[in-house]
């Protein structure tokens, strides 16, 4: 069975902290996702990566930084979080790099900054 | 650029009622349409996608959507709601041009009343 999962499924941090948002998939998938899910604003790309190593900025990269140095995990780091980061992360993989195949999503991980 | 509009941010329907959730899409070319959903505090599941051929696409949990490329439009449609049903859904279109990510729309949460 298709499997992302990811690290927290809520998470408490401060203003100023470093936080890392881990995600996992063991179905092999090249593609990888990070967004952002806000009331009223939907699901906003922050970085995705097709391979290992490989990094692509999305819709709202500023305050953000993303690691994968295994095929199966993708990190995201916030360096210095802010109240206004405080939200919805979903983690998302995908098969080839058409990058138009399904998406599978894990269940989020509810970041709150205080 | 891509865009995908869900016109309606809320509806509300009886259980038994049919239902339409509109989804229209900004795209150059033959586009990739997706319909996922997010029951509270999950990820997303995927419910269909349609990539070519026959306009009207079976899902699951009983949905279909149809594709009308005039209209721009990929609605979903369920004859028979379930209380169960109650989630936000989300549209989403890609194209294969390689390595370009999904862009999703704001949702649509559904209610669902007896």
């Known amino acids: 069975d298709v499997k992302v999962t990811q690290s927290s499924r809520y998470l408490v941090k401060r203003t100023g902290e470093k936080v890392f948002l881990e995600c996992v998939q063991d179905m092999d998938h090249e593609n990888m996702f990070w967004y952002r899910q806000d009331p009223g604003l939907g699901l906003r790309l922050i970085y995705f990566?097709?391979?290992?190593?490989?990094?692509e900025k999305g819709d709202i990269p500023e305050g953000y930084s993303v690691s994968r140095e295994k095929k199966e995990r993708f990190s995201l780091i916030l360096e210095s979080a802010s109240t206004n980061q405080t939200s919805m992360y979903l983690c998302?993989?995908?098969?080839?790099?058409?990058?138009?195949?399904?998406?599978?999503f894990g269940p989020g991980t509810r970041l709150t900054v205080l | 650029a891509q865009s995908v509009t869900q016109p309606d941010i809320h509806i509300t329907v009886s259980e038994g009622a049919s239902l339409e959730l509109r989804c229209n899409y900004s795209y150059g070319a033959t586009p990739y349409l997706f319909w996922y959903v997010q029951s509270p505090g999950q990820g997303l599941q995927l419910l269909l996608k349609y990539f070519s051929g026959d306009t009207l696409v079976q899902g699951i949990k009983g949905f279909e959507a149809e594709f009308k490329r005039s209209q721009s439009s990929f609605n979903l449609r369920k004859p028979s709601v379930h209380w169960s049903d109650a989630a936000e859904y989300f549209c989403a279109v890609g194209g294969k041009r390689g390595n370009t990510p999904l862009v999703f729309g704001k949702g649509t949460r559904l209610s669902v009343i007896a």
């Open positions: 998302a993989s995908s098969h080839r790099r058409a990058s138009t195949d399904t998406q599978y």
């Open positions: 990566s097709y391979d290992v190593k490989m990094k």
